[in-house]
């Protein structure tokens, strides 16, 4: 199961991105969601996921107060809002599906798709 993530682009630090993440073929609802990220040098990093319900949520330390996951069944999509961006928040952006019942954790989640690039200038 590959999930497509979109939205990124160009900003300054303190502005805001919407990223989305959108299932095709398939119904997003019936999985979990997580969000990853990963810059240039460094391994990926999990920044948080949403249950299956959209009920539920986690978020890592280094983007919590700052990043909200959201989801709307509805239209096969998975949102990762993200406000206050810092230079430190540059990487791509991918995003991936688990059934695990852990799905707060990171190693749960694979077969990442394409991802999406974020680039906050200082």
């Known amino acids: 199961v590959q999930l497509q993530a979109s939205g990124g682009g160009l900003v300054r630090a303190g502005e805001s991105l919407r990223l989305s993440c959108v299932a095709s073929?398939?119904?997003?609802?019936?999985?979990?969601v997580g969000w990853f990220r990963q810059a240039p040098g460094r391994e990926r990093e999990f920044v948080g996921a949403?249950?299956?319900?959209?009920?539920?949520?986690y978020s890592s330390d280094s983007v919590k107060g700052r990043f909200t996951i959201s989801r709307h069944n509805a239209k096969n999509t998975v949102y990762l809002q993200m406000n206050s961006l810092k230079p430190e928040d540059t990487a791509i952006y991918y995003c991936?599906?688990?059934?695990?019942?852990?799905?707060?954790?990171?190693?749960?989640?694979?077969?990442w798709g394409q991802g999406t690039q974020v680039t906050v200038s200082s």
């Open positions: 949403v249950s299956r319900s959209g009920v539920s949520t």
């Open positions: 991936a599906a688990t059934v695990r019942t852990d799905w707060n954790r990171g190693m749960v989640y694979g077969s």
């Open positions: 073929g398939y119904f997003i609802g019936n999985y979990h």
